[in-house]
């Protein structure tokens, strides 16, 4: 039996908070403060599913939206976290303070708006590699 199919699993969360973007020319909209209805999606894959039949059970991916809950939600990122708060460093962010508790993580995606997504994650290659294909 050839098995190449990568299961994959996404969720999605949301928050809102403020934000302003240092280093922007003058007069850009995103250089003052205002805010986003923020979605992160989080996608997990995994090259084998588990005695239950899933990835992950959604239930078990919680603590991802008490973190955004407790710490980002109704916030200025700005006072909250260490680094430009574009949606880019975002994503990366996000990516990596979950990655040890959900191994199967590969991405990380964060909008601003409902037509603009960043995202940071493992590249295919690299998770092909990490999964023994």
């Not at 922007?24 to 007069?27: A, K, P, R, T, V």
């Given at each position: 039996m050839?098995?190449?199919?990568?299961?994959?699993?996404?969720k999605q969360f949301e928050f809102s908070a403020a934000h302003h973007l240092d280093g922007?020319?003058?007069?850009h909209p995103c250089a003052r403060n205002h805010g986003?209805?923020?979605v992160v999606e989080v996608t997990l894959a995994a090259a084998e599913l588990d005695q239950r039949?899933?990835?992950?059970?959604?239930?078990?991916?919680?603590p991802i939206k008490e973190y955004l809950n407790q710490n980002l939600d109704h916030r200025d990122l700005n006072e909250v976290l260490s680094f430009q708060p574009s949606a880019e460093n975002l994503a990366r962010y996000l990516f990596e303070l979950w990655r040890a508790e959900f191994p199967q993580l590969v991405l990380?995606?964060?909008s601003e708006t409902a037509r603009t997504w960043a995202s940071y994650g493992l590249a295919l290659t690299t998770w092909l590699?990490?999964?023994?294909?």
């Open positions: 050839i098995n190449e199919g990568t299961y994959t699993i996404a922007l020319g003058e007069g986003h209805n923020y039949g899933f990835i992950k059970d959604y239930g078990e991916l919680a990380v995606r964060v590699a990490m999964s023994g294909r």
